[in-house]
C-alpha cells in the first residue's frame, strides 16, 4: 500500500489541521521557563554536591520514620526547587544562589525538627515569618498526577489558636513570572503577604505548576492544595472564595465558571477569559484549527458559560486604563444576555481602579474586601434550593447536588436548570443532556417520607421512595426522547459511555494519575519510530519543564498490574513495538498492523502514518490509555497563557514524514471526537 485512501467524503476531511501559516512556521517561539545565567563552576558544583547531600539526609531519615508521608513533602518541597534550578539551569540573578541556599537551609532545619519529633504546623512555622495580618509560610504536598512535590504559600491569622470555629479562606492566584519557578515562589511566599490578607482569613496560594494560567496540571494542583489545607486548618467549605490577578485573574474566571458551587465569591483581576479575541484571531487564525480544535475552545472559554455565575456572588477588578480590563468587559457584555443571571438576582460586580493600569489600587482593594466580608456572612446557613448550570464538557458537571452525567454531543454546550419548588417536587430543564444524577447526601435537604416527585423537560416521574432525613441519590437517563429512573448504577458504571472524568480529550489524561509507557521493540517502520522518539522526547521534557512534574516510566514489559489498575497509561510506539498496546489492540477502535492504519472506514500507509488517540484503558475501564502524546500544546503556546489549549482531540491520525511545526506533531490528516458511547461516529464507522 502505498498513499492513504480516503473512502470519506471531502466535506468530513475540512477537519485537516496541517494548514499552518508561513509566519508561524517561521516564527521561533521563547523556551518556558526562560534559561538562567551561568554561574561559576565552582560555586554550581559546589552547591550540587550540598543538594546531593541533603536528598541524601531526608532518605535515611525516611527510612528511620514511620510516618514519612506525613511530613515529606514540607521538606522536600525546598530541595526539589534546588534540584529543578540546577537541572534546568534555572538561575536569573546572582542573589539566586544566595536563595538556593536559603531553601536547603529552612529544609535541614525542618528535617532537623523531624529527627526530634516535630510534626505538624510546627514543621510549617520553621522559615515563616510574622507580618501584620498573619504568618506567612510556605509547604508542599505530593501531586496525586504525577509523584512530584508541589509548592505552595500560606498565610494564617494571628488568633489562629485560639479561632473557636473554622476559618474562611481565601485562594489567591499569582500572575504570571516567567522566571517566577519554585525556589523564588517559596521565598517571596516565606517573605510576603501578598496582594490581599483581609484579618482572620486563611490565604492560600497555589504555584500551580508555574506558568500555565491554572489550566490543565494547575488546575488539579489547585483543588488539591485547597484540601492539603483542609487536612491541617479547619476550613469552612461554605466560605472558600476564589481570587486572583492578571494570570491568576484568568485562572479565577475559569476556575469560577467550572466549579461556581465550589466558592462563595470570585474575585477575579484582569487576565482572559476567551483565546480568540485576546489573540486577535477573529479574521484569521495563525493556523487551521479544524472544526474540532474550534469545539474545543470551549475547555477554557469563559463567555459562554456566564449562566454559571447565578450560582455565586462575583465581583471583578480592572485598572481603568488596563488593557486587560477586556476580560471584565466581555463578561458583563455575556452577562447582559442571561437568563439565569436575571432569574438568580444576580449579576457580575466590578471594581474599577480609577487611573490606574495593571494594578490593583488600594481604594479598591479595601472596597473588594468589604464586599466579600459582608457575602460571607450567612452562607451556606440553608440548603441550595436551585442550581443552574452550563458545560460543553463532563470534565466540568456538578454544582452542589445536581450533576449532569451525560450528554448528547460532547463540546457542545449543554445545561441544566433545578429547582426545589415544594419539597418532594424537583423541577428539571436540560438541553443536550442525556444523563444526569441529584445527590443530597452533602447538602442534607431535609425531606419528608414518602417518595420524591419531579418533572423532567415537563415529563412529570415518580422518584424512589424517601425515608426521612435519609439520604436521597437517584440518576435519571433519557431513552427514545423519555426520561427513565437507572436502577443499577452498577450496570451503568460498567457501560462504554463518555461520563464526568472518562470523556476525553487527550490532554485529560494527564490531569490525573498517570505513567508513560515507553515501548521495549522499535517499531515497524524506520520514519514512525523517529517520530515515537521526538514525541518520547517532546512528552518527557515538556512535563519537566512546562509541568513542573516527574515524568514517571516504565518499560512496557515491567508494568505491573497495579499501574494499569491506577493510572492513566500514556504509551507510545506502534501496536507492535508497545507490548501493552499489542495486549489490548482488539478491544481498541483504531486498527494498526504492517498493511494499514485502519480509523473505521478510512486507510492510511503505516510506513508514513501513525495514530494518537485517547480511550478507555480496556483492562482497567476507569482509566485511559493514550497513544503516542503527552500533553498536546507545544512552542507556540509559550508566547502567552491564552495559547495554552487542547491542539488536538479524541484522536488524530499524524503523516509523520512532515516534522514538527511547534503546534502539531506533524501533519494532522485526519481528527474528530468519538461519540457518547466512545465509538467512531457514523462518517467513519466500519
Not at 449543554?414 to 444524577?437: G, L, Q, W
Request: glycine share 8%.
Amino acid at each position: 500500500m502505498t498513499c492513504v485512501r480516503f473512502l470519506v467524503s471531502i466535506k468530513f476531511t475540512t477537519v485537516l489541521a496541517a494548514l499552518v501559516s508561513p509566519q508561524a512556521r517561521a516564527e521561533t517561539f521563547k523556551p518556558l521557563p526562560p534559561p538562567g545565567i551561568d554561574l561559576p563552576a565552582e560555586k554550581l558544583d559546589s552547591l550540587t554536591k550540598q543538594t546531593r547531600a541533603f536528598r541524601n539526609s531526608i532518605d535515611q531519615v525516611v527510612r528511620t520514620t514511620q510516618d514519612a508521608n506525613a511530613w515529606r513533602a514540607d521538606v522536600e518541597v525546598f530541595v526539589r526547587a534546588v534540584e529543578l534550578a540546577i537541572e534546568q539551569g534555572l538561575f536569573y540573578k546572582p542573589k539566586d544562589l544566595e536563595a538556593a541556599y536559603r531553601s536547603l537551609d529552612i529544609g535541614k532545619k525542618r528535617l532537623e525538627a523531624i529527627v526530634q519529633g516535630k510534626r505538624g504546623l510546627a514543621i510549617l512555622l520553621i522559615g515563616s515569618n510574622e507580618q501584620q495580618s498573619g504568618r506567612t509560610l510556605a509547604g508542599g504536598f505530593v501531586s496525586a498526577i504525577d509523584g512530584s512535590v508541589q509548592p505552595y504559600g500560606l498565610v494564617v491569622p494571628k488568633n489562629r489558636e485560639s479561632a473557636t470555629k473554622p476559618f474562611r479562606m481565601d485562594v489567591w492566584l499569582h500572575g504570571r513570572g516567567d522566571s517566577t519557578t519554585e525556589i523564588p515562589f517559596l521565598i517571596e511566599r516565606l517573605d510576603k503577604l501578598g496582594q490581599y490578607a483581609p484579618e482572620g482569613v486563611v490565604v492560600l496560594h497555589p504555584f500551580g505548576r508555574h506558568c500555565n494560567a491554572y489550566k490543565f496540571a494547575g488546575e488539579t494542583d489547585v483543588y488539591e492544595s485547597i484540601a492539603h489545607v483542609q487536612s491541617l486548618f479547619s476550613i469552612d467549605s461554605n466560605r472558600i472564595s476564589i481570587r486572583g490577578f492578571s494570570m491568576g485573574g484568568a485562572g479565577v474566571w475559569h476556575l469560577g465558571a467550572h466549579n461556581p458551587g465550589k466558592w462563595f465569591a470570585i474575585n477575579p483581576g484582569a487576565g482572559f477569559v476567551e483565546t480568540v479575541k485576546y489573540q486577535g484571531w477573529s479574521e484569521k487564525f495563525p493556523y487551521e484549527p479544524g472544526d474540532w480544535g474550534r469545539r474545543l475552545l470551549a475547555w477554557y472559554d469563559v463567555p459562554p458559560l456566564v449562566d454559571n455565575f447565578a450560582n455565586t456572588r462575583v465581583v471583578a477588578y480592572s485598572g481603568e486604563i488596563d488593557k486587560q480590563r477586556q476580560s471584565a468587559e466581555m463578561m458583563l457584555e455575556a452577562s447582559k444576555s442571561s437568563l439565569a443571571l436575571k432569574e438568580f438576582g444576580m449579576e457580575i460586580k466590578h471594581v474599577i481602579g480609577k487611573g490606574m493600569g495593571h494594578k490593583i489600587d488600594p481604594a479598591s482593594a479595601t472596597e473588594i474586601d468589604t464586599m466579600l466580608a459582608e457575602w460571607e456572612t450567612g452562607v451556606g446557613t440553608t440548603p441550595r434550593t436551585r442550581v443552574h448550570f452550563t458545560t460543553p464538557t463532563l470534565r466540568y458537571h456538578r454544582v452542589d447536588w445536581c450533576s449532569i452525567q451525560g450528554l448528547e454531543e460532547h463540546w457542545r454546550l449543554a445545561s441544566i436548570d433545578a429547582s426545589i419548588d415544594e419539597a418532594p417536587i424537583v423541577r428539571i430543564r436540560t438541553k443536550n443532556v442525556s444523563s444526569f444524577e441529584l445527590d443530597f447526601t452533602i447538602s442534607g435537604w431535609p425531606m419528608k417520607s414518602g417518595y420524591l416527585e419531579l418533572v423532567i423537560d415537563g415529563q412529570e416521574v415518580d422518584g424512589p421512595a424517601v425515608t426521612k432525613n435519609e439520604p436521597i441519590v437517584t440518576r435519571w437517563r433519557k431513552s427514545g426522547g423519555r426520561w427513565e429512573e437507572v436502577l443499577s448504577e452498577d450496570m451503568a458504571s460498567k457501560e462504554l459511555r463518555k461520563r464526568p472524568g472518562l470523556q476525553g480529550p487527550i490532554d485529560d489524561a494527564l490531569t490525573s494519575s498517570f505513567l508513560f509507557v515507553l515501548p521495549s521493540r522499535p517499531c515497524r517502520h524506520g520514519v514512525v519510530q523517529r517520530f515515537v522518539d521526538r514525541e518520547v522526547e517532546h512528552a518527557r521534557v515538556t512535563w519537566r519543564r512546562i509541568m513542573r512534574g516527574e515524568d514517571r516510566f516504565v518499560l512496557d514489559k515491567d508494568l505491573t498490574a497495579e499501574q494499569i489498575a491506577n493510572c492513566n497509561l500514556i504509551c507510545f510506539g506502534d501496536f507492535n513495538s508497545n507490548r501493552y498496546l499489542s495486549s489490548i489492540a482488539s478491544a481498541l477502535p483504531i486498527k494498526w498492523n504492517d498493511e494499514a492504519l485502519v480509523v473505521g472506514n478510512a486507510e492510511f500507509d503505516p510506513t508514513k502514518h501513525a495514530a494518537v488517540f485517547v480511550y478507555p484503558n480496556p483492562l482497567s475501564p476507569g482509566r485511559y490509555v493514550v497513544v503516542n502524546s503527552g500533553i498536546t500544546f507545544r512552542q507556540f503556546s509559550n508566547a502567552s497563557n491564552s495559547r495554552q489549549i487542547a491542539m488536538l482531540p479524541d484522536w488524530a491520525v499524524v503523516d509523520v514524514t512532515e516534522p514538527s511545526d511547534q503546534i502539531f506533531p506533524g501533519k494532522i490528516v485526519l481528527a474528530d471526537f468519538f461519540d457518547e458511547t466512545w465509538a467512531l461516529k457514523a462518517a467513519l464507522a466500519d
